[in-house]
């Protein structure tokens, strides 16, 4: 079985100052692992994913992550932030050829003016 | 191109009544799944629908079930409340079956209260 670890349940940060949000995953076969962004009453958006090759991605509205297997994370950055990034966001995992997505309890931030 | 939609945005029930919950999947897509996010956590998979047929399921009991319709179309059905099925309820709809990466688009939720 597979889970997910949000190290940070909120983060709240400075606007134009860099942010990394923390995701550890748990799983004995090989994954894909993704970012998405919940705005309030909103569903959720994706804003990057890792299915396979390099193991930087480059999502929208600015974010990367880097999968590290070795540490099992997935940790999503930003070297700059936006008011508007204010938001909850979810790492979630699911096993390559899967059903289901496995989702991490969330970590909100909130970015200051 | 129209994107998922969910239907109703809001609905208040009480225990022990039944609740049924609609979502229209985006064009061209043919598999639907459902999870639930209770207030503070992450969404949780009820299941999923590929082709009007129950492709997986997750840890909930058989009070929650479901229907996808020749249009991909599908309905959530949930028997005899109880107030822990109060949570936000989203629809994804994506293209393809289970054996590859097929990007889901999550509808915007249907809000249940359980009193």
């Known amino acids: 079985a597979q889970s997910v670890t949000q190290l940070d349940s909120q983060v709240p940060v400075f606007e134009e100052a860099p942010v990394e949000l923390r995701c550890n995953y748990s799983?004995?076969?090989?994954?894909?692992l993704f970012w998405y962004v919940q705005y309030p009453n909103q569903g959720l958006q994706l804003l990057l994913k890792y299915l396979s090759g390099s193991t930087l991605v480059k999502g929208i509205n600015g974010f990367e992550a880097e999968f590290n297997k070795s540490q099992t994370s997935f940790h999503l950055r930003k070297p700059s932030v936006h008011i508007s990034d204010t938001a909850e966001y979810f790492c979630a995992v699911s096993k390559t050829g899967g059903f289901k997505t496995i989702f991490g309890a969330g970590t909100r931030l909130f970015v200051k003016a | 191109e129209t994107g998922v939609t969910q239907s109703p945005t809001h609905l208040i029930k009480t225990r022990g009544q039944q609740v049924t919950l609609r979502c229209s999947s985006q064009?061209?897509?043919?598999?639907v799944s459902w999870y639930q996010q209770a207030l503070g956590q992450g969404p949780q998979f009820i299941f999923q629908?590929?082709?009007?047929?129950?492709?997986g399921r997750g840890n909930f009991p058989p009070r929650f079930s479901g229907l996808q319709f020749p249009n991909y179309s599908s309905e959530l059905n949930v028997n005899a409340l109880e107030l822990d099925d109060s949570a936000l309820y989203l629809c994804?709809?994506?293209?393809?079956?289970?054996?590859?990466?097929?990007?889901?688009?999550f509808g915007p939720g249907t809000r249940l209260t359980v009193l």
């Open positions: 629908y590929y082709r009007e047929e129950e492709n």
């Open positions: 064009s061209g897509h043919n598999t």
């Open positions: 799983s004995s076969v090989s994954v894909y």
């Open positions: 994804a709809s994506s293209f393809g079956g289970s054996n590859s990466y097929n990007e889901q688009f």
